[in-house]
């Protein structure tokens, strides 16, 4: 018995003391809650900002890469068709001469 009127005493306590917070109390505390849900909301819109920035990375890295093998495969048609031999054949079908002084070679970058 004297066991249950301690428990009964705390548990009245407790309940007297969390019905009488005070106004600076609440606000504390309401202030606290109020910033965990900001921080929360925040969090998941930076990363869900953060997953949108890196998708455009990716993408961007994708057009880069088709650009550069777009560059690569022009320089190797420039290479083609500037071949020594490949002149020579179309100056000889159009009744050309070829003169050695006159060749140029093209140089990429």
Same mark, same amino acid.
């Given at each position: 018995?004297?066991?249950? %009127?301690?428990?009964?005493?705390?548990?009245?306590?407790?309940?007297?003391? $969390?019905?009488?917070?005070?106004?600076?109390?609440?606000?504390?505390?309401?202030?606290?809650?109020?910033? /965990?849900?900001?921080?929360?909301? %925040?969090?998941i819109?930076?990363?869900? *900002? =953060?997953?949108q920035?890196?998708?455009? $990375?990716?993408?961007?890295? %994708?057009? $880069?890469?088709?650009?550069?093998t777009?560059? =690569?495969?022009?320089?190797?048609?420039? =290479?083609?068709?500037? *071949?020594?031999?490949?002149?020579?054949? $179309? /100056?000889?079908? /159009?009744?050309? %001469?070829?003169?050695?002084? =006159?060749?140029?070679?093209?140089?990429l970058?």
């Open positions: 018995m004297p066991n249950e %009127s301690k428990r009964e005493v705390l548990t009245q306590a407790l309940q007297k003391r $969390i019905r009488t917070f005070t106004r600076i109390e609440k606000a504390f505390y309401g202030a606290i809650v109020i910033t /965990a849900i900001f921080m929360a909301i %925040s969090i819109y930076l990363q869900s *900002r =953060n997953m920035v890196q998708q455009e $990375i990716i993408r961007l890295n %994708s057009d $880069i890469s088709g650009a550069q777009d560059l =690569n495969d022009a320089k190797q048609e420039v =290479n083609e068709l500037s *071949r020594y031999e490949r002149i020579a054949k $179309i /100056a000889k079908d /159009a009744g050309l %001469s070829i003169q050695n002084d =006159n060749i140029q070679n093209v140089e970058e």
